[in-house]
């Protein structure tokens, strides 16, 4: 049988400063805080590239979200990180520059907890992606004016952590 390699995720203090580190899934079991990243691709229209989370994902499978997003390993610089995951989900590459943190928490209806400083990166890339089937199963560019009205039409479809973050974004593009 084929065991996955433990990947740990950086636990943090309320100032973003590190304070261990745990295995990823039992730091979502748990609900402890601990360093994520979230990067958000433009256009040069001023898209914004989504990814559908695959439907395997540990929480919100299934959903909309932002272009990608992870955390950085133990020793990991949360830009070097940012990059990394890019191309590991999505395929390409892109000069991104870190724009704000996100502190958040959320529960999910699985019993897992999201306990995050979110470092929020932008970025920007023309063309397609090449989807890591495993992370996401479909895409699409999107106008802030629409994905504004889908979130107000259907929030259910969009992560949280897409929709707390999302008016941020669009005011430091």
């Known amino acids: 049988m084929f065991m996955q390699p433990r990947e740990e995720v950086i636990l943090v203090d309320e100032q973003d ?3 261990g580190t745990e295995e990823k ?3 979502h079991r748990k609900g402890l805080l601990h360093r994520a990243i979230s990067v958000f691709v433009f256009n040069r ?3 914004l590239m989504l990814q559908k989370r695959a439907k395997g994902k540990y929480h919100s499978g299934g ?3 932002n272009t990608c997003c992870s955390h950085p390993r133990p020793g990991e610089e949360t830009a070097a990180a940012a990059s990394r995951r890019l191309q590991e989900e ?4 892109a000069k991104v520059r870190e724009v704000f943190p996100l502190r958040y928490r959320v529960q999910f209806p699985n019993g897992l ?3 995050e400083r979110d470092h929020i990166f932008i970025g920007e890339h023309e063309g397609a992606p090449v989807l890591n089937p495993e992370e996401a199963e ?4 999107v106008t802030s004016d629409a994905l504004k009205k889908g979130i107000q039409e259907r ?4 992560t949280h952590w897409l929709k707390l973050s999302l008016d941020d974004v669009l005011a430091k593009r």
């Open 17 to 19: 400063q590190p304070v």
């Open 25 to 27: 899934f039992e730091t």
């Open 45 to 47: 229209k001023g898209e």
């Open 63 to 65: 959903l909309w979200s």
């Open 90 to 93: 999505m395929g390409f590459t």
């Open 113 to 115: 907890i999201e306990n």
């Open 138 to 141: 479909d895409w699409k560019w």
């Open 155 to 158: 929030p259910e479809i969009y």
